[in-house]
């Protein structure tokens, strides 16, 4: 080997060390996080005694956390609605390091008709139960022992799910109020199989979830299926026999709303709707071809459609869904007409490569940077998060591409907003729906393929972004007590970071905002010269957010060298003053920040492919102090430390400060 290729190896393998001895410093155990986060907790007041006040129902496979019961006198004392409690658990084999936590949602009755989620610990306020215990005669006289786990486990199950009905869990917006989520480790499992045992459900056991009462013959009443649609013949064909197909079992109606397809286009969907008529399917009542030309405007289309449909259930979907399960409509609509249902929604996946089964939506997330699709891209063939794309799952939002509810509810929340043409009014009509009480739900035990690509487009072009944040403005300015906020998806999973999986804080705890409180100008009218501008180099900003006092702005984003070993670059963040004349282009001035690397599990788990970039995040927090009001492009400059290649290229957000 030449001397020169020697030095260079000499110098790529100290980055490499230096990268690994960073990358340590960024990683945190669970006990280590648990134990600080305990002992920086305490429960807001002593005990009340709990012989007096509640009892437990337990795992007797386990031992309750030092504070439950703590806990427990504490929370029924702040709320005195509540009648049961339930908290998160973990396990902790005897001599050895506590692990595998489960950060639980609130009060979700659908999830619970799959799992017994409240876990190993959950207490009844007893002065209630004892007035409600004669409903409950052969349950009341459960005894504590551990002789036969089996029958005491469903016993036990029977015992809880029949108090939260009592406790009106499936009456529209109580069991919020009276079945609440301590969001502590009130439990801890000798083991994982252990945990598992305790929450499944055995055969003996039948969840106390209430049973739609159908009419005599089994009808669900007429389903209007509502598809905006424009110039995609083919992909509505694709979509309309999805329907055809999988739903034999229904009476519903086809509304067609069309904003102004070519003549071209119109006269082959006529066509197709023509021969549609013709075939006589099964449950088809009617089919409808709404033809209005006009700007895209989502919100629109569906309450045109919403208004022309004569059944009493509404379903929305795009046209680049297709069905794929024969019964699958029929699944959410028993679902979407019980009494505390909102919306119904569907996981969806990609169909490009169906063998991967990639997911497109689970349900949506509500996290500080705004609505998103937790999973999204992950392989449906493994099982995230205790079950979360599996089964019933209740969720804050679904997405519109297909969403069924009652029409009822649906004129009850005024339809979809107005002043979301485009994106977050799917979000905006969930939200509503929840803050009126319903709870929303995602058959995740059920999938379609969603073709996204074709509804969606590039949403990183500039024009889109900025639209998108405006609507992401205007939904939070209908819901400011949701911003941020999320009753199904805990404050100790991952909030930061368009990571698409559900993980635990304490994995990204390890890392720190960079507060920038003072930055100097580059020369004004000229980028780095030095720097080539190269694709290469991906820059994405997934947020920029004001802080929590509002004094600065926090962008969160990552940045990778492809083709490269990414530990041997230094970054810049680059901010680049806006300009919107030519006149102004040679005024522009520039700002670089030295970046601090910010652990992202995620960036190496997507791509395995590249080299070193588990430190490629950033999370910058730029006081508002520190550069003139004004619009920011945002970039990422890049040197090799090793070879001296310098690289530069930009975002396509730009940042108000």
Request: net charge negative; aromatic share 10%; glycine share 8%.
């Amino acid at each position: 080997m030449g001397l020169k290729k020697l030095v260079k190896q000499i110098l790529i393998n100290k980055y490499n060390k230096c990268y690994e001895k960073e990358l340590d410093s960024h990683l945190v155990s669970y006990q280590d996080w648990i134990t600080d986060l305990e002992d920086s907790q305490a429960p807001d007041s002593a005990p009340v005694s709990d012989s007096e006040e509640f009892f437990v129902i337990r795992s007797p496979r386990g031992r309750e956390a030092v504070h439950a019961r703590a806990w427990v006198g504490s929370w029924f004392a702040r709320f005195p609605e509540a009648l049961i409690l339930y908290g998160d658990e973990d396990v902790w084999p005897e001599g050895e390091e506590r692990q595998s936590p489960y950060f639980k949602p609130d009060w979700s009755p659908d999830l619970l008709a799959g799992c017994f989620y409240p876990g190993g610990f959950v207490a009844v306020r007893k002065e209630w139960f004892e007035t409600c215990a004669g409903e409950l005669p052969e349950l009341s006289k459960l005894q504590d022992s551990a002789e036969a786990f089996e029958k005491y486990r469903c016993n036990c199950q029977r015992l809880a799910c029949c108090l939260m009905k009592l406790a009106g869990g499936y009456e529209k917006g109580r069991g919020r109020k009276t079945i609440l989520h301590i969001p502590h480790i009130l439990f801890h499992h000798e083991s994982e199989a252990d945990r598992e045992a305790w929450m499944r459900y055995g055969e003996q056991f039948v969840p106390c979830e209430p049973q739609v009462d159908l009419p005599e013959d089994g009808a669900l009443g007429m389903l209007s299926v509502v598809i905006p649609s424009k110039d995609n013949p083919d992909l509505l064909e694709k979509c309309i026999h999805g329907i055809l197909e999988t739903s034999a079992d229904l009476r519903y109606e086809i509304i067609v709303v069309d904003n102004g397809s070519s003549q071209e286009s119109r006269v082959q969907i006529e066509a197709l709707l023509k021969a549609v008529r013709r075939s006589g399917a099964a449950g088809l009542a009617r089919l409808l071809y709404h033809y209005e030309p006009m700007e895209f405007d989502f919100s629109r289309m569906c309450n045109l459609g919403a208004r022309k449909a004569s059944g009493e259930l509404l379903l929305f979907l795009n046209d680049d869904v297709e069905l794929v399960e024969p019964g699958c409509l029929k699944g959410m609509a028993q679902l979407a007409v019980r009494p505390f249902t909102g919306a119904v929604g569907l996981k969806l996946l990609y169909p490009d490569v169906k063998e991967l089964q990639r997911i497109q939506h689970a349900g949506i997330t509500n996290l500080p940077m705004g609505p998103v699709h937790k999973l999204q891209f992950c392989s449906d063939e493994k099982v995230y998060a205790f079950g979360r794309n599996r089964g019933r799952q209740n969720v804050l939002a679904v997405t519109a591409a297909c969403l069924m509810v009652e029409k009822e509810k649906f004129l009850e929340t005024g339809g979809f907003a107005g002043e979301l043409p485009v994106a977050f009014n799917d979000v905006d009509l969930c939200f509503r729906l929840y803050e009126l009480g319903y709870e929303n739900v995602c058959r995740c035990d059920s999938f379609a393929f969603h073709d996204e690509s074709y509804s969606r487009g590039d949403d990183e072009a500039p024009e889109k972004l900025e639209r998108l944040l405006e609507e992401r403005r205007r939904l939070y300015e209908r819901h400011p007590l949701l911003e941020g906020v999320d009753p199904y998806y805990s404050v100790y999973l991952n909030r930061e970071g368009l990571d698409t999986r559900i993980r635990p804080r304490y994995e990204t705890q390890g890392n720190h905002v960079q507060q920038i409180k003072e930055l100097t100008p580059c020369s004004a009218g000229q980028e780095p010269t030095d720097y080539r501008q190269d694709p290469c180099l991906m820059v994405r900003v997934e947020s920029a957010l004001e802080n929590a006092e509002q004094s600065g702005v926090n962008i969160t984003g990552w940045s990778v060298v492809l083709g490269d070993n990414n530990a041997c670059y230094e970054k810049e963040l680059i901010l680049r003053e806006a300009k919107d004349t030519a006149a102004d282009e040679m005024l522009k001035r520039y700002y670089r920040i030295p970046l601090e690397g910010q652990y992202r599990p995620d960036l190496s788990e997507n791509m395995p492919d590249q080299v070193n970039v588990g430190l490629c995040g950033y999370l910058v927090e730029l006081m508002h102090t520190v550069l003139p009001a004004g619009r920011y492009n945002v970039g990422i400059l890049a040197r090799n430390r090793v070879t001296s290649t310098k690289l530069i290229n930009w975002s396509n957000r730009v940042v108000e400060i």
